[in-house]
Nanobody, 126 residues
Framework: QVQLVESGGGLVQAGGSLRLSCAAS????????MGWFRQAPEKEREFVAA????????YYGDAVKGRFTCSRDDAKVTVYLQMNGLKPEDTAVYYC???????????????????WGQGTQVTVSS
């Protein structure tokens, strides 16, 4: 049983920062690739960031490259998404997702993740 709980969302002005956390309840957390996705109203779910099981590789969607940073702390069984330079178009529900380590070329595909959190709302005002 894998449980993921996101936190850290909220309302922020454009240009501001937020740090999302995703706490996992799972054995062998260090063997899971972790991803962040987001979904805005009436839009498809979008890949935001991912970090491989080893922490050696991170990947980012084009919309957030250079502004967001994904990291993990296996001792705390938590993955983070540091979001800087937020824009109104970043407004969405952000989801944490987990999958057992697989070829890293597929970390941006939401269909590859069987485990999902409930999401946390991020709203960026202009």
């Amino acid at each position: 049983q894998v449980q993921l709980v996101e936190s850290g969302g909220g309302l922020v002005q454009a240009g501001g920062s937020l740090r999302l956390s995703c706490a996992a309840s799972v054995r062998s957390f260090s063997m899971y690739d972790m991803g962040w996705f987001r979904q805005a109203p009436e839009k498809e779910r979008e890949f935001v960031a991912a970090i491989t099981w080893s922490g050696s590789y991170t990947y980012y969607g084009d919309a957030v490259k250079g502004r967001f940073t994904c990291s993990r702390d296996d001792a705390k069984v938590t993955v983070y998404l540091q979001m800087n330079g937020l824009k109104p178009e970043d407004t969405a529900v952000y989801y944490c997702a987990a999958r057992w380590a697989r070829p890293r070329q597929t970390v941006g595909n939401s269909n590859e993740y069987p485990h999902w959190g409930q999401g946390t709302q991020v709203t960026v005002s202009s």
